[in-house]
Every structure is written in structure tokens, then in C-alpha cells.
């Protein structure tokens, strides 16, 4: 692949002045053992304190290796990567407590006897008290509303149930940065609802910083405050709000990215009607705008 960089859909969001710095991806190369090459060059990544960011490109992208390397799983064979100041791979035991991750394979998560002792996983690692372990439980259990599946054996749980109990797990030490890699991969239209007003609770109230990588385009309006696209290969090739990066229906598509089905709709009415309203997308924001443009 050439060293393209393409211009940063609008202005830097995704770092604003006087925010703190969470997490940082600079140009970051990692070779696998396969001959595998994946170049997380061109934009820089960030995420800033509170902020909620989604990782966006076609399979073999590198938004896993992107993951890894800000989980520590990966060392930089190039570039640099910090977290909280510090560099995951080297440094991952300094802020292993202030994080926490649900991977896509949820079942490589779960591997306790029961659900509850699956949550309580970390917090017994970090030697709290059984009493205060309870209390941590049930609080994040009742975060997910699934309060009901504590005594329940994680593998016969559906995949749905699996995933909230691995977020649960992840929400229970209380962190400041959650990485989620498809986060909502198996959840009914009503559970997949109830996590993103979760998600976007914890941004507000807590200010839990969140890197999310996902293939479900259509929640990412609804999720994110910042995206990122990455080209086959890694190269990052677009950052800004979802309204600037659906926008860029060009660069969507040259990386193979469908872009979600109300921005292809109103697309698709601005090609017949120039008069037709901009993109809008989420439901609300499309009944708005369709009725103003009735009425006017």
C-alpha cells in the first residue's frame, strides 16, 4: 500500500484542547509470523478522557492488532503506543486495574465455575475482601440487569448472556478505560438498546474513556462520539464524528465499509432532490429532518 494520508474528516475531535490524553497510537507497525504486515500509519489515533471511540474497517484491517496493542498483548515493532503515560506491553501491570476489555471471543473470557465467580475473577486476583467482593458483584450484575444468571454455568449461557457477564466482568473493578471488540455481537435489538444507554451512562457519569471495534455500522451514531476507519492493511484513513466520517461515502467504500442504512437513504434523496435535507443519522434525527423537508 502507498503512504496515502487522507485528511481528518473535520477538525482534530478526536484530541481537544485542554482534554487529557488517554490512550495515543502513533504509527505503529507490527509484522505476524505469517508475513501478515499491518501499518497503523497515516492519522494518529487518540482518545481522550470520556470520550467514546469507534474502530471501524473491513476484516484484516488491523482493528485487532490496533486492540492488542493498547491491551499490551502486542509490542510496537515500530511506532509508539501509551496509555495513561504509559506503554502497555512494557508497562501493563501499572494500569491493568484502570482497564477493562471484553474480546470478541467472550468464551476464552468465561472460565469460572459460576457467573458470579466469574465477576468476581479480579477483584478476589486483587486480594478485596469477600464482603466488598459481593457488593462489587451485584452492582455490576445489576448494571446488566442480569442479576438472575449469578448461579448459572457461563457455558450454557446464549451467546447474548455470555457477552453481558463478560461486561460485566470487565465493569466490576469500576474502570476509567474499556475496550470492547464487538461489544454488540449476539444481543437482541433490546439488549443491544439497553448497552449503548449503559455505555453512553458511564461516558457521562463517570467519564469512562471507551475504544470500541465494531462491524455493526448502525450503532455507531448511536455509540460513538469519534470514529476512526482503517484500510485493508491498517492505514488509518479517516477520523471525526460519525455525521463527518458517513459523510466521506468515497473513502467508505474504497475500504469497504457499508455505510449505515439512514446515511445511504438520505444519500440517495439528496441524488434526486438537491433540496433534500443533509444525512441524519439516528431515528429521531430522521423524522426531524423528513418533516421539516415535508413542511418547507
Known amino acids: 500500500m502507498t503512504d496515502r494520508t487522507y485528511p481528518a474528516a473535520g477538525h482534530d475531535h478526536a484530541h481537544t484542547e485542554g482534554c487529557e490524553t488517554v490512550v495515543r497510537v502513533s504509527c505503529v507497525r507490527h509484522a505476524y509470523e505469517d508475513g501478515t504486515n499491518v501499518d497503523l500509519c ?6 481522550d478522557r470520556g470520550s467514546r ?5 473491513p ?12 491491551l499490551g498483548l502486542l ?18 501491570p501499572k494500569i491493568r486495574r484502570r482497564i477493562g476489555v471484553v474480546l470478541q471471543n467472550v468464551d476464552e473470557q468465561l472460565l469460572a465455575p459460576t457467573v458470579f465467580d466469574d465477576v468476581a475473577f479480579s477483584p478476589r486476583q486483587y486480594g478485596v475482601p469477600e464482603a466488598e467482593v459481593r457488593e462489587m458483584v451485584a452492582r455490576a450484575l ?20 455470555k457477552r453481558k457477564v463478560a461486561l460485566a466482568g470487565a465493569l466490576v473493578m469500576e474502570p476509567e478505560l474499556l475496550v470492547l471488540d464487538e461489544p ?12 449503548i444507554a449503559l455505555l453512553g451512562r458511564l461516558s457521562a457519569e463517570r467519564g469512562v474513556t471507551m475504544i470500541m471495534s465494531t462491524h455493526d455500522i448502525d450503532s455507531v451514531p448511536e455509540f460513538a462520539d469519534y470514529a476512526y476507519v482503517l484500510a485493508p492493511g491498517g ?11 458517513f459523510a466521506r461515502a468515497d473513502i467508505m467504500l474504497a475500504g469497504n465499509i457499508r455505510p449505515p442504512v439512514l446515511a445511504e437513504l438520505f444519500a440517495a434523496l439528496r441524488a434526486s432532490d438537491p433540496d433534500a435535507p443533509e444525512t441524519a443519522l439516528t431515528i429521531p434525527e430522521a423524522v426531524a429532518a423528513l418533516g421539516e423537508w415535508r413542511s418547507s
Do not use: Y
Open 235 to 245: 492505514h488509518i484513513v479517516l477520523k471525526g464524528t460519525p455525521a463527518e466520517v
Open 184 to 195: 454488540f455481537e449476539g444481543l437482541d435489538p433490546k439488549s443491544r438498546e439497553g448497552l
Open 53 to 57: 471511540v469507534a474502530i471501524l474497517g
Open 75 to 92: 509490542s510496537p515493532q515500530e511506532g509508539e503506543v501509551r496509555v495513561f503515560g504509559e506503554a502497555p506491553s512494557r508497562d501493563w
Open 142 to 161: 445489576g448494571l446488566l440487569s442480569i442479576e438472575q444468571l449469578a448461579a448459572r454455568v457461563p457455558h450454557n449461557l446464549s451467546g447474548g448472556e
Open 59 to 70: 476484516n484484516g484491517a488491523g482493528k485487532s492488532t490496533m486492540l492488542f496493542h493498547i
Open 42 to 47: 497515516g492519522l494518529e489515533f487518540t482518545a
